[in-house]
């Protein structure tokens, strides 16, 4: 018979018939009948080389004793190493360039002292541990139905005990105050986690209420220099930050923040390639000025390719036209990079005198409220 | 329990406990510190349960030992490096022995990173044997994952355990993410903008969500510290919990097996704990160390300082996260803008991200985690099984398995779909394309060479009982003809081709009840036995005793026709050029 059946199968050998299928369900045939091989057992015993051999034997003593030696020689060298190699020493190691000499070295070291425990102890489990397989008989997982019964005689006679049963009052109180009593810890932990001033995600930097109401530099970043509209020559790309920024920067306050938010990218067209009205409107003699935050999920935009004008976010590959007004022309993301409007003031400075008109950088829920 | 409860009398037990060394008699008695310790614990009886537990031998089963220590070398490189990481985003100007970066407004915690890196001796290497070990914690868990599954060692009773390994590989997964978060750099940080973009995008919450996570508005100064916390504390308690009852349950139940003379499934064959085991698996520790130590000594991971502090405006091309989630990455790439939308009210719907980074993960590891279930239904299978399946026997489930791990990769080679294109000179949008049309075909292409693969091999091994093991031996007939010597297989070589069981499909054999009332369940059993019939339909029947015996007869009559047609001698090999 075929012995891969467990005594846990159920009724009839015909294991395949669902517990749940009351008998509707039969499998087209039985899968084990009469005619099946026999396990043949367990396949002779064949002894190694060191089982018969002393010779073979004393070998692998000595083979293992080398490695543990190895990896003594390697700890040692470690520590050698740890103190006669000083911080800043480099060389040159084929296939991988300039190397921290101290980390080379003291890797090598590490990994061959415990590198060779491992070789050594495997090496001995296999020349010279006893290699005689051993069989363990396996027990059908589940308790016996005595201690099953018993199970529930001891739980039921204990929910019994408390009457949960009987007094449907403490039942459902209980449940009340279980269910409730995780809302304070949660309320806490979720309340205080942060400010949910998610009004913020509509400002930027460019908002003129930021500079007394007054147009917003153009600068340079990260040099933080204002542009003068000549200086921006065809194909050329400026990354920007508006003059507002270097209040942040003079505080080391919320920089970060202002730029996650306030990335802009500036490039001079030829007017003429640009195809929206809108677009040459918002920008001075082909100049414009975009945010660098992907409308996808806010990566920053910089890949310029100056043949096709086009912008492409490193991470997920979406692709603007800068030709179009910024439209998404391949990639993940939905919509056009908000374009910043750009003037000269009186000095030949670009300034942008009103901010952003949309919410930048990624969609989110209320982002058209 | 009290009613059952018999007291004992004092002296009993005096005499009890002599009574167990007396079975010892002979034996060299437990004192010591042992015994000391055992007065007090009782663990002798346990330890010699453990010590005398037997393991089967294979390679595969080495990928969960690798899974498992490099967790425990993470777990050890990890508490180093907490001496000298400081996880604050405060801003600080870089003093340290990095020149290109001396005098930069950097983070503490990217400054620290460097710190670890070039100022504190031998803690570049303990970083970088963190994150190798981390990769390759990684790896090894959803390997070990992938040898479970075509095994079928999922099958009760060990579906609870499937299900701890599932969650225990999301857990890898986001405890990496957290982790080469922390330094701050410019590539990491480029990784938590666009976590940030996931939660934004979630309806409703999603702007609360953000303001939550980062304690305000993005990037603010709480998430790295956040993120520490959870990295160092909460996920890696999670893990080790869930790992300990998941070696728990492999001891409970033993270890499966794979098919061989002398193994059933009433039967565990391999060698005990001690010594071999502690020898092997043990050794097997400080190989696994070793080798991450020897490779972190030499190739450099993770260079932060090549990188960059993080700052939302400077561009990284070739941004990708660590490979684990790079599938979660490339999903994000291949989706179509056009998914957004705005409803009535001035709502948007980011339906182009939210559903691929925020509901996928959760989504990917729920499927993973039903299947045991899933296949017990349409198998209706209700037995313990302890010796494993060759994946060929089981072709259904292991085209399953590739056709998901082809998606799986799709979305992997997406998230390099930029490096590709600049590596292969291809256009980004033809790659993005193809990569999108094989989402949808490769799988179902995949699951059907896969299981015309696994019946084929099954034919193979069909022929191989059948007919004999091919010798590479040509004889050259008298009359011409060229015939290959086919060595017939022992039993013991065979046994392992014909053990397995052939399910075959479940029948509906009635919908109406004996009243010939249509019967409820009649419609769940209808899809169930649709489901079995997609499993079972093609199958290849094992060689019985007597289609052996029948093959034997026929190779017998037809040697002894051409026997008795030419002289044996007139049969000569015709020699190996």
């Given at each position: 018979m075929n012995d891969n059946q467990t005594t846990a199968a159920p009724v009839e050998g015909s294991a395949l018939v669902p517990a749940s299928g009351d008998g509707q369900v039969l499998p087209a045939s039985l899968a084990a009948g009469p005619d099946t091989f026999e396990n043949p057992g367990l396949p002779p015993h064949v002894h190694r080389a060191a089982d018969i051999d002393p010779a073979a034997a004393k070998r692998a003593e000595r083979q293992v004793a080398t490695m543990f030696a190895i990896s003594m020689l390697g700890a040692l060298a470690f520590v050698v190493a740890y103190f006669a190699i000083r911080d800043e020493a480099t060389f040159f190691l084929p296939g991988v360039g300039k190397a921290s000499t101290q980390n080379v070295v003291l890797g090598l070291s590490l990994g061959v002292s415990i590198l060779f425990i491992g070789l050594g102890a495997v090496h001995w489990a296999k020349t010279l541990?006893?290699?005689?397989e051993v069989v363990e008989e396996r027990h059908v997982q589940a308790s016996s139905p005595e201690s099953r019964a018993d199970a529930v005689a001891v739980v039921s006679d204990g929910v019994d005990s408390t009457g949960l049963t009987r007094r449907p009052l403490l039942k459902y109180s209980l449940g009340g105050a279980l269910g409730l009593f995780a809302l304070p810890l949660g309320l806490q932990v979720v309340g205080s986690l942060?400010?949910?001033?998610?009004?913020?995600?509509?400002?930027?930097?460019?908002?003129p209420e930021n500079n007394n109401g007054q147009p917003i530099r153009l600068m340079r970043d990260p040099e933080m220099t204002p542009i003068k509209l000549e200086e921006v020559t065809n194909g050329s790309v400026f990354h920007v930050m508006p003059e507002t920024l270097q209040h942040s920067i003079d505080e080391r306050k919320h920089v970060l923040e202002g730029k996650a938010k306030a990335a802009v990218i500036l490039i001079r067209l030829n007017p003429d390639d640009i195809k929206v009205q809108k677009a040459r409107d918002w920008g001075v003699d082909g100049v414009v000025a975009y945010s660098k935050i992907c409308t996808h999920v806010g990566c920053a935009v910089g890949l310029y390719e100056q043949q096709t004008h086009h912008l492409l976010c490193p991470c997920h590959q979406s692709t603007f036209d800068l030709t179009e007004d910024c439209k998404v022309i391949f990639g993940p993301a939905k919509r056009p990079l908000p374009q910043l409007k750009i003037t000269v003031d009186d000095e030949g400075y670009l300034v942008a005198p009103e901010g952003f008109a949309e919410a930048v950088g990624p969609s989110f829920w209320e982002r058209k409220r | 329990m009290s009613a059952t409860y018999q007291p004992r009398h004092a002296a009993e037990l005096r005499d009890g406990d002599r009574a167990a060394e007396q079975r010892q008699a002979g034996q060299k008695p437990l004192g010591g510190i042992a015994g000391w310790l055992d007065d007090r614990t009782g663990a002798a009886k346990g330890t010699s349960y453990l010590l005398k537990k037997v393991f089967p031998d294979h390679w595969s089963f080495m990928l969960g030992e690798i899974a498992m220590y490099s967790m425990i070398i993470c777990l050890l490189t990890g508490v180093f490096l907490t001496f000298w990481f400081v996880p604050s985003q405060a801003q600080v100007v870089y003093d340290g022995s990095y020149v290109p970066l001396q005098g930069v407004v950097v983070s503490d915690a990217y400054r620290s990173t460097l710190a670890i890196s070039f100022d504190i001796r031998g803690g570049l290497l303990i970083r970088q044997i963190h994150h190798w070990a981390a990769l390759i914690f990684v790896v090894a868990v959803f390997v070990h994952m992938a040898r479970v599954f075509f095994t079928g060692a999922f099958r009760k009773p060990r579906e609870i355990n499937w299900v701890f390994g599932t969650i225990l590989s999301l857990l890898a997964a986001i405890e990496g993410f957290a982790g080469y978060s922390l330094p701050d750099d410019l590539l990491s940080g480029t990784g938590i903008r666009a976590m940030n973009g996931f939660v934004q995008s979630?309806?409703?919450?999603g702007s609360y969500m953000s303001y939550f996570f980062f304690g305000g508005a993005f990037p603010g100064e709480s998430i790295i510290p956040r993120l520490y916390s959870v990295h160092v504390l909460l996920i890696p308690a999670i893990l080790v919990a869930l790992f300990t009852a998941h070696i728990l349950l492999v001891f409970v139940h033993k270890h499966t097996q794979y098919p061989g003379p002398g193994r059933t499934n009433n039967n565990v064959v391999g060698y005990p704990f001690m010594p071999v085991y502690i020898a092997k698996a043990g050794g097997f520790f400080f190989i696994v160390f070793g080798v991450i130590a020897l490779v972190s000594a030499v190739v450099t991971i993770n260079p932060i300082w090549a990188y960059g502090p993080y700052d939302p405006s400077p561009v990284t091309a070739g941004s990708q996260p660590d490979w684990y989630m790079g599938f979660a990455d490339g999903a994000l790439r291949l989706v179509p803008g056009w998914l957004e939308f705005e409803s009535w009210g001035g709502f948007t719907w980011s339906m182009n991200i939210f559903p691929f980074s925020l509901i996928l993960l959760p989504a990917m590891w729920t499927l993973i985690g039903i299947y045991p279930f899933v296949e017990k239904w349409v198998t209706g299978d209700n037995r313990e099984h302890h010796l494993l399946d060759r994946p060929r026997n089981a072709p259904t489930r292991t085209a399953i398995g590739v056709a998901g791990i082809v998606m799986y990769a799709v979305l992997m080679f997406a998230a390099g779909n930029d490096l590709m294109a600049i590596k292969l000179h291809l256009s980004i949008n033809d790659i993005t394309n193809a990569l999108r049309l094989l989402f949808f075909i490769g799988p179902p292409i995949a699951f059907w060479i896969t299981k015309r693969i696994c019946l084929s091999l099954q034919r193979a091994d069909r022929q191989k009982v059948l007919h004999g093991r091919e010798t590479g031996t040509i004889w050259r007939h008298a009359d011409g003809r060229f015939e290959e010597i086919h060595a017939p297989l022992s039993p013991l070589e065979r046994w392992s081709l014909v053990q397995h069981e052939v399910a075959e499909p479940l029948q509906l054999t009635h919908e109406v009840d004996a009243n010939g009332v249509a019967r409820p369940a009649a419609r769940k059993e209808r899809l169930r036995a649709k489901f079995s019939n997609f499993y079972f339909r093609d199958r290849v029947p094992t060689v019985t005793p007597s289609e052996l015996e029948a093959a034997h007869h026929e190779h017998e009559t037809h040697d002894s026709q051409v026997e008795a047609a030419h002289a044996p001698e007139a049969i000569e090999p015709a020699g190996r050029p």
């Amino acid at each position: 018979m075929n012995d891969n059946q467990t005594t846990a199968a159920p009724v009839e050998g015909s294991a395949l018939v669902p517990a749940s299928g009351d008998g509707q369900v039969l499998p087209a045939s039985l899968a084990a009948g009469p005619d099946t091989f026999e396990n043949p057992g367990l396949p002779p015993h064949v002894h190694r080389a060191a089982d018969i051999d002393p010779a073979a034997a004393k070998r692998a003593e000595r083979q293992v004793a080398t490695m543990f030696a190895i990896s003594m020689l390697g700890a040692l060298a470690f520590v050698v190493a740890y103190f006669a190699i000083r911080d800043e020493a480099t060389f040159f190691l084929p296939g991988v360039g300039k190397a921290s000499t101290q980390n080379v070295v003291l890797g090598l070291s590490l990994g061959v002292s415990i590198l060779f425990i491992g070789l050594g102890a495997v090496h001995w489990a296999k020349t010279l541990m006893s290699d005689e397989e051993v069989v363990e008989e396996r027990h059908v997982q589940a308790s016996s139905p005595e201690s099953r019964a018993d199970a529930v005689a001891v739980v039921s006679d204990g929910v019994d005990s408390t009457g949960l049963t009987r007094r449907p009052l403490l039942k459902y109180s209980l449940g009340g105050a279980l269910g409730l009593f995780a809302l304070p810890l949660g309320l806490q932990v979720v309340g205080s986690l942060g400010p949910v001033t998610v009004g913020e995600l509509k400002e930027t930097l460019w908002d003129p209420e930021n500079n007394n109401g007054q147009p917003i530099r153009l600068m340079r970043d990260p040099e933080m220099t204002p542009i003068k509209l000549e200086e921006v020559t065809n194909g050329s790309v400026f990354h920007v930050m508006p003059e507002t920024l270097q209040h942040s920067i003079d505080e080391r306050k919320h920089v970060l923040e202002g730029k996650a938010k306030a990335a802009v990218i500036l490039i001079r067209l030829n007017p003429d390639d640009i195809k929206v009205q809108k677009a040459r409107d918002w920008g001075v003699d082909g100049v414009v000025a975009y945010s660098k935050i992907c409308t996808h999920v806010g990566c920053a935009v910089g890949l310029y390719e100056q043949q096709t004008h086009h912008l492409l976010c490193p991470c997920h590959q979406s692709t603007f036209d800068l030709t179009e007004d910024c439209k998404v022309i391949f990639g993940p993301a939905k919509r056009p990079l908000p374009q910043l409007k750009i003037t000269v003031d009186d000095e030949g400075y670009l300034v942008a005198p009103e901010g952003f008109a949309e919410a930048v950088g990624p969609s989110f829920w209320e982002r058209k409220r | 329990m009290s009613a059952t409860y018999q007291p004992r009398h004092a002296a009993e037990l005096r005499d009890g406990d002599r009574a167990a060394e007396q079975r010892q008699a002979g034996q060299k008695p437990l004192g010591g510190i042992a015994g000391w310790l055992d007065d007090r614990t009782g663990a002798a009886k346990g330890t010699s349960y453990l010590l005398k537990k037997v393991f089967p031998d294979h390679w595969s089963f080495m990928l969960g030992e690798i899974a498992m220590y490099s967790m425990i070398i993470c777990l050890l490189t990890g508490v180093f490096l907490t001496f000298w990481f400081v996880p604050s985003q405060a801003q600080v100007v870089y003093d340290g022995s990095y020149v290109p970066l001396q005098g930069v407004v950097v983070s503490d915690a990217y400054r620290s990173t460097l710190a670890i890196s070039f100022d504190i001796r031998g803690g570049l290497l303990i970083r970088q044997i963190h994150h190798w070990a981390a990769l390759i914690f990684v790896v090894a868990v959803f390997v070990h994952m992938a040898r479970v599954f075509f095994t079928g060692a999922f099958r009760k009773p060990r579906e609870i355990n499937w299900v701890f390994g599932t969650i225990l590989s999301l857990l890898a997964a986001i405890e990496g993410f957290a982790g080469y978060s922390l330094p701050d750099d410019l590539l990491s940080g480029t990784g938590i903008r666009a976590m940030n973009g996931f939660v934004q995008s979630a309806p409703v919450i999603g702007s609360y969500m953000s303001y939550f996570f980062f304690g305000g508005a993005f990037p603010g100064e709480s998430i790295i510290p956040r993120l520490y916390s959870v990295h160092v504390l909460l996920i890696p308690a999670i893990l080790v919990a869930l790992f300990t009852a998941h070696i728990l349950l492999v001891f409970v139940h033993k270890h499966t097996q794979y098919p061989g003379p002398g193994r059933t499934n009433n039967n565990v064959v391999g060698y005990p704990f001690m010594p071999v085991y502690i020898a092997k698996a043990g050794g097997f520790f400080f190989i696994v160390f070793g080798v991450i130590a020897l490779v972190s000594a030499v190739v450099t991971i993770n260079p932060i300082w090549a990188y960059g502090p993080y700052d939302p405006s400077p561009v990284t091309a070739g941004s990708q996260p660590d490979w684990y989630m790079g599938f979660a990455d490339g999903a994000l790439r291949l989706v179509p803008g056009w998914l957004e939308f705005e409803s009535w009210g001035g709502f948007t719907w980011s339906m182009n991200i939210f559903p691929f980074s925020l509901i996928l993960l959760p989504a990917m590891w729920t499927l993973i985690g039903i299947y045991p279930f899933v296949e017990k239904w349409v198998t209706g299978d209700n037995r313990e099984h302890h010796l494993l399946d060759r994946p060929r026997n089981a072709p259904t489930r292991t085209a399953i398995g590739v056709a998901g791990i082809v998606m799986y990769a799709v979305l992997m080679f997406a998230a390099g779909n930029d490096l590709m294109a600049i590596k292969l000179h291809l256009s980004i949008n033809d790659i993005t394309n193809a990569l999108r049309l094989l989402f949808f075909i490769g799988p179902p292409i995949a699951f059907w060479i896969t299981k015309r693969i696994c019946l084929s091999l099954q034919r193979a091994d069909r022929q191989k009982v059948l007919h004999g093991r091919e010798t590479g031996t040509i004889w050259r007939h008298a009359d011409g003809r060229f015939e290959e010597i086919h060595a017939p297989l022992s039993p013991l070589e065979r046994w392992s081709l014909v053990q397995h069981e052939v399910a075959e499909p479940l029948q509906l054999t009635h919908e109406v009840d004996a009243n010939g009332v249509a019967r409820p369940a009649a419609r769940k059993e209808r899809l169930r036995a649709k489901f079995s019939n997609f499993y079972f339909r093609d199958r290849v029947p094992t060689v019985t005793p007597s289609e052996l015996e029948a093959a034997h007869h026929e190779h017998e009559t037809h040697d002894s026709q051409v026997e008795a047609a030419h002289a044996p001698e007139a049969i000569e090999p015709a020699g190996r050029p």
